[in-house]
């Protein structure tokens, strides 16, 4: 059985890189240099491209995921305000000039009470989004 020899080599590393290499090291209680060496093989393995690759991927994909994800719900928001315009537009005539000042003055109260029955929804849920099928046809998402 032959021993092979191992070869020494230097090399200049980034203050902050060689920290996170002894820190690294440390809690892994090995070497530096054999940390750095199990690195640098790993980095010229033939697969390393191919797990990177993998790994760039999967990323890229759980991505996607979440952006189908808000193209959904920015889709249901947008419907659910545009259907709540349009009848509030159809079934709210115009109020006589006289009913406008009354009307403004309990808008501000009304309003408060909308933000804070909002902020309440939004802090327990259900959302309206997990409402709503995602196998509806049509819905943004929707597959």
């Given at each position: 059985?032959?021993?092979?020899?191992?070869?020494?080599?230097?090399?200049?590393?980034d203050?902050?890189?060689?920290?996170?290499?002894a820190?690294?090291?440390?809690?892994?209680?090995?070497?530096?240099?054999?940390v750095?060496?199990?690195?640098?093989?790993?980095?010229?393995?033939?697969?390393a491209?191919?797990?990177?690759?993998?790994?760039?991927t999967?990323?890229?994909?759980?991505?996607?995921?979440?952006m189908?994800?808000?193209e959904?719900?920015?889709?249901i928001?947008?419907?659910?305000?545009?259907?709540?315009?349009?009848?509030?537009?159809?079934?709210?005539?115009p109020?006589?000039?006289p009913?406008?000042?009354?009307?403004?003055?309990?808008?501000?109260?009304?309003?408060?009470?909308f933000?804070?029955?909002l902020?309440?929804?939004?802090?327990?849920?259900?959302?309206?989004?997990e409402?709503?099928?995602?196998?509806?046809?049509?819905?943004p998402?929707?597959?």
């Amino acid at each position: 059985m032959k021993i092979l020899k191992k070869q020494r080599l230097s090399v200049y590393l980034d203050p902050d890189i060689m920290k996170a290499l002894a820190v690294y090291a440390a809690r892994r209680d090995q070497s530096r240099s054999l940390v750095a060496e199990a690195a640098i093989a790993s980095f010229l393995s033939p697969d390393a491209a191919e797990r990177q690759e993998a790994a760039t991927t999967k990323r890229l994909d759980q991505l996607d995921r979440r952006m189908t994800r808000m193209e959904r719900d920015l889709g249901i928001s947008v419907e659910m305000l545009a259907v709540f315009v349009r009848h509030w537009l159809t079934t709210n005539p115009p109020l006589p000039e006289p009913a406008q000042a009354a009307a403004r003055a309990q808008a501000g109260e009304r309003y408060e009470a909308f933000v804070a029955a909002l902020g309440r929804r939004l802090a327990k849920g259900p959302k309206v989004r997990e409402e709503i099928s995602e196998d509806i046809a049509g819905v943004p998402g929707a597959e």
